[in-house]
Every structure is written in structure tokens, then in C-alpha cells.
């Protein structure tokens, strides 16, 4: 089945700093997704992204399909950026593969 | 525009006991899935249903494990004779589907708990 590798697997910042977080694939898919998991286990859709670049205000996101993976970026990040930041992909009928989540914490 | 509710929000049972567990998805999506996270790790996908049909059920963790949706609209999530390894959040969530070949964005209900002593 298709794997699924974020990087890095913690990261530290101080408030207003800028950050990149990647998530890596081992097939070609569909489905891209990046999600936010709050500390009640929320799981936010941030971007569907299965190929190209979108922006939502402090947030964007690259996918590069034909090279297997996505950059999610962090712009002046706030403590209410804080959490797990998780990458799951899917093709067709497959389910969605999640990785094991990238958890940011910004502190002020 | 209401989203996917899950119910209950937190499930505490006694080891042995059967727990049923409810999801309301977005009204127009055809599309149900169900989700387990333990602590520290990713999601891990468990079944889905298209429509009514369970298209599948082979990552189901046991067969202690069932899931109906009956009309094609909620679904129930069933674990009989629970253990203390059953402990996780049970996530349900829901999207489109047109076809069999593009995967549509999936939204997520907030959880359910489940504790096991």
C-alpha cells in the first residue's frame, strides 16, 4: 500500500516565524489532504491538494504529484498554530493514508 | 450547513461490554468512513460505505468489530466484548463520490473517546 512520511516529525517555533512541513508518498494518488488536529482531536481540513499550489491567508501548500510530495508553509505563525499537522493521501477507491503528523508547537 | 456529528462525544466502559457508536455525515455526501487513532499516531482507516453498500470491511481490527448504515444515511460503528486495547478515538468521516477513479476531500466528525478499564 502507498506509505506516507512527514517530516519533521516535532518542531518548535517562536511566534512569527515561518516554517515548512513536507509530506512525502510512495505511489501516485487523487487525493491529497492536509489536515489540523486540535488539542480535542478536531481533525480541520486545512487544503485539498492533490496537485498545485493554493494559498489560504497565513497558509499554503505546494503538491508536486510526478515527484511524490507536498510542502505545507507556515507563515508568522501564531500559538493558535499549535498542534499536530497531519498529510493523508488517497487514489480511487483506496482509503485515505495518513502519516504520523508533524506537531508543531509556537510559543510566544 | 451543519457538519459530520459523531455520538457520544466520550465512551467509558468496563472490559467485556459491547459499545455502539453513532456518525451523522454531511447530508448530501454518499460517501462514510470510519477512522481509529491511538495516541500519537496517524488516523488508520477501518471500513467504508457507498450509499448503503460497505464497499470495505477487511481493515476492520476483528471480527468483534461491525458497521451498518442502513438508508444510506448515519451510520453505527460496533465493537462487542470490549478489550483495554480497544482504547482509541473513533473517527467517522464523510465526502462525495463520482465514480470509482477521483477521491473527493473528506470532512471529519470531532470523535468519540472510547476508555476501556
Known amino acids: 500500500g502507498i506509505q506516507v512520511e512527514q517530516s519533521p516529525p516535532d518542531l518548535i517555533l517562536q511566534e512569527g516565524a515561518n516554517s515548512t512541513l513536507r509530506c512525502n508518498f510512495s505511489?501516485?494518488?487523487?487525493?491529497l489532504q492536509w489536515f489540523h488536529q486540535n488539542p480535542w482531536g478536531q481533525l480541520i481540513n486545512l487544503f485539498y491538494i492533490p496537485s498545485g499550489t493554493k494559498q489560504n491567508g497565513r497558509l499554503s501548500a505546494t503538491t508536486v504529484a510526478t515527484e511524490r510530495y507536498s510542502l505545507l508553509y507556515i507563515s508568522s505563525s501564531q500559538t493558535t498554530d499549535s498542534g499536530v499537522y497531519f498529510c493523508?493521501?488517497?487514489?480511487?477507491?483506496?482509503?485515505?493514508?495518513f502519516g504520523k503528523g508533524t506537531r508543531l508547537s509556537v510559543i510566544a | 450547513d451543519t457538519g459530520v456529528s459523531q455520538d457520544p462525544r466520550h465512551k467509558i466502559t468496563k472490559r467485556g461490554q459491547n459499545v455502539t457508536f453513532r456518525c451523522d455525515p454531511i447530508?448530501?455526501?454518499?460517501?462514510l468512513y470510519w477512522y481509529r487513532q491511538t495516541l500519537g499516531q496517524g488516523p488508520e482507516f477501518l471500513t467504508y460505505?457507498?450509499?448503503?453498500?460497505?464497499?470495505?470491511k477487511s481493515r476492520l481490527l476483528s471480527d468483534r468489530f461491525s458497521a451498518e448504515r442502513p438508508k444510506g444515511s448515519f451510520s453505527t460503528l460496533e465493537i462487542q466484548r470490549t478489550e483495554q486495547g480497544d482504547s482509541a478515538m473513533y473517527l467517522c468521516?464523510?465526502?462525495?463520490?463520482?465514480?470509482?477513479?477521483?477521491?473527493?476531500?473528506?470532512?471529519f466528525g470531532p470523535g468519540t473517546r472510547l476508555t476501556v478499564t
Open positions: 460505505f457507498q450509499n448503503e453498500a460497505q464497499l470495505e
Open positions: 468521516a464523510s465526502s462525495l463520490a463520482r465514480g470509482h477513479l477521483v477521491q473527493y476531500e473528506q470532512y
Open positions: 505511489d501516485s494518488v487523487n487525493n
Open positions: 447530508s448530501e455526501h454518499n460517501r
Open positions: 493523508a493521501v488517497g487514489s480511487g477507491n483506496t482509503p485515505l493514508v
